[in-house]
């Protein structure tokens, strides 16, 4: 029964390594993308909200902002309490965007990925590995059977 439960929770926590792996390089990606092809802009604030849920307080902007092409384009932003209490309504602030996906979108001058995902999820997988090979010790997996 418990080697059951160590077998499962190892199989579990593999997917979920791997899971938060694959997270974490489509954000690399992503910030590649920023990287070489993002074209810097000014938006504009267009609102802020402070939204409550129960004791938690979540800070929205929403910023409009203009591509090359001529087209609008309005985001909403959550950002920390400082930042929104810095930002003003009708506010110029620097936008950078990806053309190809001009939804894709960053406030500021300087952005950054949160890479947490990518390295938790190299945590985990090794933990789960660890416990496979916990329970299936290597040399019980490739002992040859006697002849």
């Known amino acids: 029964m418990r080697k059951t439960f160590l077998i499962i929770s190892a199989i579990l926590l593999i997917i979920f390594g791997i899971l938060f792996i694959i997270a974490g390089v489509a954000n690399e990606q992503k910030l590649s ?5 993002g074209v810097a802009t000014q938006g504009i604030v267009t609102e802020k909200k402070a939204v409550h849920s129960g004791e938690t307080v979540q800070y929205q902007l929403e910023v409009s902002y203009m591509t090359k092409q001529g087209i609008e384009h309005s985001r909403i932003f959550y950002v920390d309490e400082d ?5 003003e309504v009708m506010q110029n602030i620097p936008v950078i965007y990806v053309p190809e ?3 894709w979108v960053v406030i500021g001058e300087n952005f950054s990925y949160d890479r947490r995902p990518f ?3 190299i ?3 090794l ?4 416990i496979l090979f916990l329970v299936f010790p290597p040399q019980r997996l490739f002992r040859s059977k006697g002849l």
């Open 33 to 37: 993308q920023f990287k070489n092809q």
């Open 83 to 87: 930042d929104f209490q810095h930002a």
């Open 101 to 103: 996906k001009p939804e």
């Open 119 to 121: 390295y938790l999820g």
């Open 123 to 125: 945590v985990i997988f």
């Open 127 to 130: 933990f789960g590995l660890l």
